[in-house]
């Protein structure tokens, strides 16, 4: 890993159930959230810093193990700030971008570990317009422009065609503002990590977007590294369907379409014929009798019980379901032989109506059937 090192100095440590939270002296940590952005991460002395927290004006490191206040060596990992300053600039690119083709602008920014996501103010995002946002925010990569930091007076502000207008409380309580100005692009406020070049973002990308509080479009996307990665991973699945559906990328589609019908076509048979094997079954079965009901045990198919019960008579279905059984009966009340069942400690969970139960229990099969008829038996004569 790539670090970057400095001396800091532990002026504070207490003991939470999490891990320890130290104060220093000053900070070279980025705390995680601040403008939308990911905190840093890195060691302070032999500790792993597990969470960048700023609460009340003061920066908190959530470390994972003691270190005792004094002056220790902190490292910071630089290759997790390359890739959010790759991400956070391309977020710049994306936002002016989507202003420059459609007029539409961003209202919210949040960056994650495997994604980040803008909220635009529009509630439907065309095909057309993300399509002609990314092509001009992909030009803007490519044309390699440089990303300048200005430091500039909150009076000079008029100067300058911001995106997004600083918030008033802001403006009031500071002496200097932080632009980030990409070319005659794209300028706008902001305190978090960017990157010198805009070649350096790498091919932003969109993986997906969403309507949100009715009025916005959700829009995920990637940069540099994390776009290369989802090509990846995108080629190894599409791979791993061409090769297992045999068919070409371009047939992929119109495959899978081919498949879920047949799919349908065969579950609807599959119903089919299972119904007619129960009715042949219901019909033509010599039935155990227990107290003079049909004792019928059904452990294959589940696909058939499901059709047994509308064609037996005077009958009480046992079938062996995945974790348990199944009940059903015309004559006998089977919320009541699941109470008794339960007495005996044959049932482990599940319920029953008058007609239905769906049971758990880790019974064999045999046993659990000794005992139900039993309690047929048992409940013929309390009743
Ligand atoms: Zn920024």
């Known amino acids: 890993m790539e670090f970057k090192e400095f001396e800091v100095e532990v002026v504070d440590e207490k003991q939470m159930d999490e891990g320890f939270v130290l104060k220093l002296k000053e900070t070279p940590f980025y705390p995680d959230g601040k403008g939308g952005q990911l905190g840093d991460r ?4 032999n500790a792993r810093v597990l969470k960048v927290i700023e609460e009340n004006g003061e920066t908190l490191h959530l470390v994972d ?13 630089t290759a997790r700030r390359k890739d ?27 960056m994650g570990e495997e994604y980040s996501t803008i909220d635009l103010d529009v509630p439907v995002l065309t095909d057309e317009a993300l399509r002609a946002t990314l092509e001009l925010a992909n030009e803007i990569v490519r044309s390699c422009i440089d990303v300048e930091i200005l430091e ?11 995106r997004k207008s600083v918030d008033e409380k802001i403006l009031e309580s500071t002496k200097s503002i932080r632009l980030i100005k990409i070319g005659d692009f794209d300028v706008s406020a902001c305190g978090g990590f960017h990157v010198e070049n805009t070649g350096m973002v790498g091919t932003i990308s969109v ?7 009715k009025t916005q479009t959700r829009v995920y996307f990637l940069a540099g590294k994390r776009t290369e990665r989802h090509l990846q991973k ?11 559906l045999t068919c070409s990328i371009d047939e992929l589609t119109s495959r899978a379409e081919t498949l879920l019908e047949e799919l349908k076509t065969a579950r609807s048979l599959t119903k089919k014929l299972s119904e007619k094997l129960a009715q042949k079954i219901a019909v033509s079965e010599e039935f155990e009798k227990v107290d003079n009901i049909a004792f019928v045990f059904w452990q294959e198919e589940p696909e058939v019980a499901a059709f047994l019960p509308k064609y037996l008579k005077n009958y009480f279905l046992v079938s062996k379901t995945e974790d348990g059984f199944m ?5 006998l009340n089977c919320s009541k032989i699941v109470e008794m069942l339960k007495s005996a400690g044959a049932v482990r969970g599940g319920g029953a109506g008058q007609r239905r139960g769906q049971i ?12 139900v008829k039993k309690v047929i038996k048992d409940e013929s004569t309390t009743t």
């Open 152 to 162: 500039v007076k909150p009076e000079e502000l008029d100067h300058y065609h911001l």
């Open 84 to 110: 959010i300053a790759q991400q956070h600039t391309g977020q710049h690119i994306l936002s002016a971008a989507f202003v420059g083709t459609s007029n539409i602008p961003t209202v919210g920014f949040h």
């Open 327 to 331: 009940l059903a009966s015309d004559t």
């Open 65 to 77: 193990k003691s270190v005792g206040t004094g002056k220790h060596i902190a490292k910071i990992d």
């Open 234 to 244: 995108l080629n190894d699945i599409v791979g791993k369907l061409t090769t297992s």
């Open 207 to 213: 993986i997906k977007t969403e309507k949100i509080k």
């Open 42 to 45: 890195g060691t302070i002395g």
């Open 360 to 371: 758990v229990s880790d019974l064999p099969p045999e046993k659990f059937i000794e005992l």
